[in-house]
């Protein structure tokens, strides 16, 4: 059955709507119906719609955060909202930025008007809709910490809410958006940036690379080039090869099982937290238990990143998700800990 459009004036619908290239993982799957939102005011009349509250709502941006184990039976709804409202003092940089931007031209436009804070973010696939909820973040840095407040539609209350700092709940890749699941709608996220900030260089070999581009007073721009450089070294391209990034969430184990752990695999990496726990690494134990460059069809582990669950070209969402799980039972026998997908797996 072909996907039918209809044009409703500030959103789209689509119906029996293909999603294989709405994920970054490009598997073939079909929503019920999907409904494209170029304004954030038609949301309430949007939602009133018999077709759209008999069934789940599932928000999506760019799909790089999910895997369709199945079909979705019933509405993905599709930011596509676009501007950046600037209040500026010459010290901080207050930014009101719509759902449907793409993250990584944000982050550059940040970089281009000379504000900080966000040069370890760039290259993140995703929209800015979509960063709160998951609280993405890469190399030392996570976005909650330059978000003021998150305004949304609230599926319960009927009605836009902003909800500030405190309020989002933000924790490791986590946040009171992704604890539940369907209630809120984003549809704008407020930043606090600075223009200047130390920046953040010790991780994941970025003063490194820095030395081998030869920069030794480096700005934000320079970092943000950096870090450019070691993902694409990395990383798989997701417009080369399907995946949606790091597909495992590195596990956070009590100190004194990570002293064990440590104790019997050396190499093992590892980070203490800020609340004395110990942060492992999801790579390392993938990688120690054999299994990186693994594959089963066309389903497989990346050989560059052992983070990153791979579709070769025609694997199904649920070949994938066979996969992902007999990952998390290798580690889980091998290690004893027990690993979490960061994206969200639908139809499982």
Known sequence: ????????????????????????????????????????????????????????????????????AGDFDGTVLAMATQGVQVEDDGRIVRLAVAAGERWDDFVRWTLG????????????????????????????????????SVEAWDTRERQVVTLDHGACAFGYRDSLFKREPGRYVVTAVRFALPRTRELRLDYAGIREELARMGVDKPAPFHVAEAIIHLRT????????????????????????????????????????????????????????????GYREGDAGISSRHALVLVNHGQATGRELWALASQVIASVEATFGVKLEPEPLVIGA
């Open 233 to 292: 070294r990395k990383l798989p391209d997701p417009a080369v090869i399907g995946n949606a990034g790091s597909f495992f969430k590195n596990p956070i184990v009590d100190a004194a099982t990570g002293e064990a752990l440590k104790r019997e695999h050396p190499e093992l990496v590892a980070w203490p937290t800020a609340d004395g726990r110990c942060k492992l690494s999801a790579a390392w134990l993938i990688e120690a238990a054999g299994l990186k």
């Open 1 to 68: 059955m072909a996907a039918e459009r209809i044009d409703m004036g500030g959103y789209t619908l689509i119906e029996n709507a293909p999603l294989a290239r709405r994920n970054t993982l490009r598997v073939a799957a079909k929503a019920r119906l999907l409904a494209e939102i170029r304004d954030a005011s038609k949301l309430p009349e949007l939602l009133d719609f018999p077709a759209v509250k008999q069934g789940p709502l599932l928000v999506l941006g760019e799909g790089s955060n999910v895997l369709f």
């Open 113 to 148: 008007q000379g504000i900080a804070g966000l040069e370890n973010l760039i290259l993140i696939p995703g929209t800015v809709g979509a960063a709160p909820i998951q609280n993405i973040g890469a190399y030392g840095t996570e976005v909650a910490e330059f978000i003021d």
